[in-house]
């Protein structure tokens, strides 16, 4: 399975980035997905993740500013994010979770 994440960019504080997960040679409604992030010189960090039955799941710093979703019929998971902040900069990983299966990160910068 391959996982392509784009959409990332360079915005600025209060901004919004919508980021996309393209699944390929598996379809994602048989699992649970999840967006990870990384920043310089910090550990990857759980951001959002996607059940399989339509249950999601937030690290405490994003919620009600993130919103992860997925459309099956497109092998597709987004995360939209609203109200950015510098402190959000980080490249962005999408990931099946339980797996060894990561995309190759997208960058999102957040200038103040």
């Known amino acids: 399975v391959q996982l392509q994440a784009f959409g990332g960019g360079l915005v600025q504080a209060g901004g919004s980035l919508k980021l996309s997960c393209a699944a390929s040679?598996?379809?994602?409604?048989?699992?649970?997905m999840g967006w990870f992030r990384q920043a310089p010189g910090k550990e990857r960090e759980f951001v959002a993740a996607?059940?399989?039955?339509?249950?999601?799941e937030y690290v405490d710093s994003v919620k009600g500013r993130f919103t992860v979703s997925r459309s099956n019929a497109k092998n597709t998971m987004y995360l939209q994010m609203n109200s950015l902040r510098p402190e959000d900069t980080a490249v962005y990983y999408c990931?099946?979770?339980?797996?060894?299966?990561w995309g190759q990160g997208t960058q999102v910068t957040v200038s103040s």
């Open positions: 996607s059940g399989r039955s339509g249950g999601m």
């Open positions: 040679g598996r379809a994602i409604m048989h699992y649970h």
């Open positions: 990931h099946i979770l339980r797996t060894n299966y």
